[in-house]
């Protein structure tokens, strides 16, 4: 009898090890950083403001390498606000794009001055009136306002704000993302 209970005890307790060591990489999943999130935000030469209006930095949270769908990295910082609220050009710049996509709704592509980067807005409700492609702006002029089109949960309205550089070519559908969230933080402490 002893023989048999081992025999039916082992796997059972492999199954439970395996088990409790999967939860534990779904609860703690420490957060990896790349040189673009580092390297970017140390040295990233651009003051950003945050991009809706009348958020408080303390209710930002940095969501760049969380998972969304079948994405490998999330690759943006949401910033959750009431649907309607004004979303600001983070820089200045111009508008280089306004498109309509599946997976980001109403979308922006902004280039800065030296067109180095590119911001990313999508999720929108509306563009603000007027917007045009080739549009200069201003930081914290009304570009648009936050939304839940796309692929974005109707009951959670926000904004979607990525931020890549551009390679040589100069596409705005194409450039490595780098980490919004520690830049707009950076900027949100400067004068």
Known sequence: MPRIRRRTTLPIIVLLSIAIIELALIVWNPRRTSATDTVYAADFPRRLIIPVQGIPVRNIRDTFNETRGTQNKHEAT?????????????????????FLSKPGGITIYQ??????Y??????????AGGLQEGMKVQRGDVI?????TGNASQ???????GVFVLGPEKRWWE???????????????QP
Do not use: W
């Not at 649907?83 to 600001?88: E, F, I, S, T």
């Not at 648009?144 to 839940?148: A, K």
């Open 144 to 148: 648009g306002y936050v939304g839940s």
């Open 175 to 189: 450039g490595t993302p780098i980490n919004p969230y520690p830049i707009l933080m950076a900027g949100s402490r």
């Open 78 to 98: 949401d910033i959750l606000a009431p649907r309607g609220r004004p979303v600001l050009a983070a820089d200045d710049g111009y508008i280089k794009k306004l």
């Open 118 to 127: 590119c911001y990313y807005y999508a999720h929108l409700d509306r563009y």
């Open 111 to 116: 280039y800065d001055p030296t067109e180095q």
């Open 155 to 161: 009951d959670a309205p926000h904004l979607h704000f």
